[in-house]
């Protein structure tokens, strides 16, 4: 049976993984309102890759006698001013996540609490790819501020990037 404290911080940890996900779509929607598709597909698969971190934290607690609450899930912004200021701000969001994972692994140590310790490693992994990725695109649209056909063949190349369902991940 999970420690009840690591069972809370859990639960928090999915509601944050579904912000992420709302966040995420809510950029996708953005960028189809001012026509950038490849840059809205590349936000689409990164929230369909959210759902399928709650679904692992949710597959995990339940497998270990722990209860899923899903609670009020915070409206994400609307709008931005560039797309530069959306991947900014796309790179603090997971600074800010690999920053939860670090402190749900700080808990498992202090609760002794080696499978999750274990479990967590994964996002562990994760957010240093998620980082990097956001961090490539950042550095090419900082490259092509001032030309705009710049941005149309980074729009291009965002727009080549596939969800791939997690082999480990089912519904
Ligand atoms: Fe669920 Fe983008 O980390």
């Known amino acids: 049976m999970i420690n009840k404290k690591m069972e809370k911080?859990?639960?928090e940890q999915i509601n944050?993984?579904?912000y992420s996900s709302y966040m995420y779509f809510s950029m996708a929607a953005h960028f189809d309102s001012i026509n950038l598709k490849g840059c809205s597909g590349w936000m689409r698969i990164q929230a369909m890759e959210e759902l399928t971190h709650v679904?692992?934290?949710y597959d995990f607690l339940?497998?270990?006698g722990g209860r899923v609450i899903f609670s009020e899930?915070?409206?994400p912004p609307v709008k931005?001013?560039?797309p530069l200021e959306v991947f900014e701000e796309t790179l603090k969001h997971e600074q800010?996540?690999?920053t939860r994972i670090n402190g749900l692994y700080d808990?498992?140590?202090e609760l002794k609490d080696h499978a999750t310790g274990s479990f967590l490693k994964w996002f562990i992994d994760e957010q240093v790819e998620e980082e990097e990725s956001v961090d490539g695109v950042i550095q090419s649209l900082k490259l092509n501020e001032n030309n705009p056909g710049g941005m149309f063949i980074i729009d291009k190349e965002l727009s080549q990037r596939a969800f791939v369902a997690p082999a480990d991940v089912t519904i």
């Open 96 to 98: 800010h996540v690999t």
């Open 55 to 57: 679904k692992r934290f």
């Open 9 to 11: 911080a859990i639960n």
């Open 107 to 109: 808990l498992a140590v």
């Open 80 to 82: 931005w001013k560039t």
């Open 62 to 64: 339940t497998a270990r």
């Open 16 to 18: 944050w993984e579904l």
């Open 73 to 75: 899930i915070k409206a």
